[in-house]
């Protein structure tokens, strides 16, 4: 069965320390994988898609295929990243259906 | 960038009536378009997919009766929740799927029934 585990609800860190949000897959074929953010009172957007490659706001996540995750990681956190982060998947030939994590509650304090 | 609108931004209704919300792309075409649900505190639920010009595929557990889908023009899906009920009270989040895959995110409608 197609699944995405994000283990964390809640991450809280102080700003300036580093943060790993994780992810961790199954799924059929090779899927393409999607990190995505809601800040407070906004709507959901894409931070980062793995094959981009793409640092965005600092944030980076590599994709591991033995491992099937694809952790999200910010080396130093800063408090408007607090936000809820979701992990989603994207099979191939699924017609565009992502599925999301449970999400991680990222609180980045003073 | 792609924009997506929803609307009405938030509906309280009586119990028994139906509501429709709107879902559109205002600067893109999108032939697929996405209904989510979302609980306070908690995830995404995937409901069903709208194509356009075809009918909508349901996830599974989601009456399709109850929540009618219909996608007529490449900028707009509507959904309507039929005969709501105060269990129906929640979240509802549209996405469209642009041309490089991505999907744009709505601002949602929440929606009270009493």
């Known amino acids: 069965a197609q699944r995405v585990t994000q283990p964390e609800k809640l991450l809280s860190v102080f700003k300036g320390a580093p943060v790993e949000l994780k992810c961790n897959y199954s799924?059929?074929?090779?899927?393409?994988l999607f990190w995505y953010v809601q800040y407070s009172r906004q709507r959901l957007q894409l931070l980062l898609r793995?094959?981009s490659r793409e640092s965005i706001k600092g944030f980076t996540a590599d994709l591991n295929k033995g491992e099937t995750s694809f952790h999200l990681k910010k080396p130093f956190a800063q408090e408007e990243d607090s936000a809820m982060y979701y992990c989603?998947?994207?099979?191939?030939?699924?017609?565009?259906?992502?599925?999301f994590g449970q999400g991680t509650e990222l609180s980045v304090k003073p | 960038g792609a924009v997506v609108s929803q609307h009405p931004s938030r509906v309280i209704c009586k119990s028994g009536t139906s509501v429709k919300i709107e879902c559109r792309s205002l600067?893109?075409?999108?032939?697929?378009m996405f209904w989510y649900r979302q609980f306070p505190k908690q995830s995404l639920m995937l409901m069903a997919t709208?194509?356009?010009?075809?009918?909508?595929?349901?996830e599974q557990g989601v009456e399709k009766d109850k929540f009618l889908i219909n996608h007529a023009s490449l900028t707009l899906s509507t959904l309507t929740v039929t005969s709501a009920h105060p269990e129906d009270s929640s979240f509802y989040i549209c996405?469209?799927?642009?041309?490089?895959?991505?999907?744009?995110f709505g601002p949602g409608t929440r929606l009270t029934v009493t």
């Open positions: 799924y059929s074929g090779s899927p393409e």
């Open positions: 600067d893109f075409q999108a032939t697929t």
């Open positions: 989603a998947p994207l099979g191939r030939n699924q017609g565009g259906k992502l599925i």
């Open positions: 793995h094959i």
């Open positions: 709208s194509n356009e010009g075809s009918k909508a595929t349901y």
């Open positions: 996405s469209a799927r642009g041309g490089t895959g991505e999907q744009y």
